[in-house]
Nanobody
Framework: QVQLVESGGGLVQAGGSLRLSCAAS????????MGWFRQAPGKEREFVAA????????YYADSVKGRFYISRDNIKNTVYLQMNSLKPEDTAVYYC?????????????????WGQGTQVTVSS
């Protein structure tokens, strides 16, 4: 059974940095795409970034390009989201996700496995 466990969230001032981690377990993830989504209060869950587990190619939402970086460690079975130059509008619960079926990398409906989320709060 696939398990995704996020960590690394917290409170940070605008302009600061945080690194989120997603520990994946339960199977091998070769061929999977791993995604990060976020959901702010009263808003829909939105795509942040995704990475191919096998190849390492990555994709980003326009709102985070140049500030956020997604990576994975195949040995530790962990996906990271390095978040720099944080803004108050980045405040949200951040979720890790995974799937290996063909689908839209930026759509939450294309991911079947989800973590429990980690809160990121950016103060102004």
């Amino acid at each position: 059974q696939v398990q995704l466990v996020e960590s690394g969230g917290g409170l940070v001032q605008a302009g600061g940095s945080l690194r989120l981690s997603c520990a994946a377990s339960g199977r091998t993830f070769s061929g999977f795409r791993m995604g990060w989504f976020r959901q702010a209060p009263g808003k829909e869950r939105e795509f942040v970034a995704a990475i191919s587990w096998s190849i390492g190619s990555s994709y980003y939402a326009d709102s985070v390009k140049g500030r956020f970086y997604i990576s994975r460690d195949n040995i530790k079975n962990t996906v990271y989201l390095q978040m720099n130059s944080l803004k108050p509008e980045d405040t949200a619960v951040y979720y890790c996700s995974a799937d290996r079926r063909p689908g839209d990398w930026a759509s939450s409906t294309a991911y079947v496995y989800w973590g429990q989320g980690t809160q990121v709060t950016v103060s102004s």
